[in-house]
């Protein structure tokens, strides 16, 4: 079946460090890719999405490209800031079954 | 524009009791999703809405059901309620069932089993 594997957390980082969140996936077909953010007490906010391969998603200083080659929806940011501190999910859409497909989810940390 | 409504917030019951979950999708969106978030566990889908028919559901037992009004707002019901159901339920909803839609979360129903 259709799956999403998260790098493992938790990530630490100094205010304006360079982050990266790795993504990788298992599906068939092609499924449209999308990264979501839960801050504490709160449900998920959509980030960003790409529904094809090579498609770059983007929002807030955030980016992940679509690579079908190697399977991957890496999440990157530039400079971080404090309040980027929350749980980060990568999830597909599972196109035959109309459902999310989450990964297990890193928990970021951004120190001042 | 108003997100996805969850009420209640939390919901606090004993085991074998009944619970009843309810979620607003956001104005002129007709899917309306469930998904489990318990501790160590991750996110799992439950079930899935559109247009007042159940469309899919997840691995979870028959007692996990729910139903769509005319107004698509949403319900998730939970009978006999056992331990390992505690957990936040978060609603989604998005403006048609197809896969490239995101799915818009509510801040979700913290369910507490005593």
């Known amino acids: 079946g259709n799956s999403v594997t998260q790098m493992e957390g938790p990530v630490t980082l100094s205010e304006e460090a360079f982050l990266t969140i790795n993504c990788t996936y298992t599906a068939t077909g092609y499924p449209s890719l999308f990264w979501y953010v839960q801050y504490p007490g709160e449900g998920l906010q959509l980030l960003l999405k790409?529904?094809?391969?090579?498609d770059k998603g983007s929002n807030k200083g955030f980016e992940a490209t679509y690579r079908k080659e190697t399977t991957s929806f890496h999440l990157e940011k530039g400079s971080v800031q404090v309040s980027d501190s929350a749980v980060y999910f990568c999830?597909?859409?599972?196109?035959?079954?109309?459902?999310?497909?989450f990964g297990q989810g890193t928990r970021l940390t951004i120190n001042p | 524009e108003a997100g996805v409504t969850q009420s209640p917030t939390h919901l606090i019951k004993t085991r074998g009791q009944q619970a009843t979950l309810r979620c607003s999708p956001i104005s002129g969106h007709t899917s309306v999703y469930w998904y489990q978030q318990a501790l160590g566990l991750g996110l799992q889908f439950l079930l899935w809405y559109d247009e007042g028919e159940e469309r899919n559901r997840g691995n979870f037992p028959p007692r996990f059901s729910g139903r769509q009004f005319p107004n698509y707002s949403s319900e998730l019901n939970v009978n006999a309620l056992e331990l390992e159901d505690s957990a936040l339920y978060l609603c989604?909803?998005?403006?048609?069932?197809?896969?490239?839609?995101?799915?818009?979360f509510g801040d979700g129903t913290r369910l507490s089993i005593l």
């Open positions: 790409a529904t094809k391969a090579d």
């Open positions: 989604a909803s998005s403006l048609t069932g197809g896969s490239n839609q995101p799915q818009h």
């Open positions: 999830a597909l859409s599972d196109r035959g079954a109309q459902k999310l497909v």
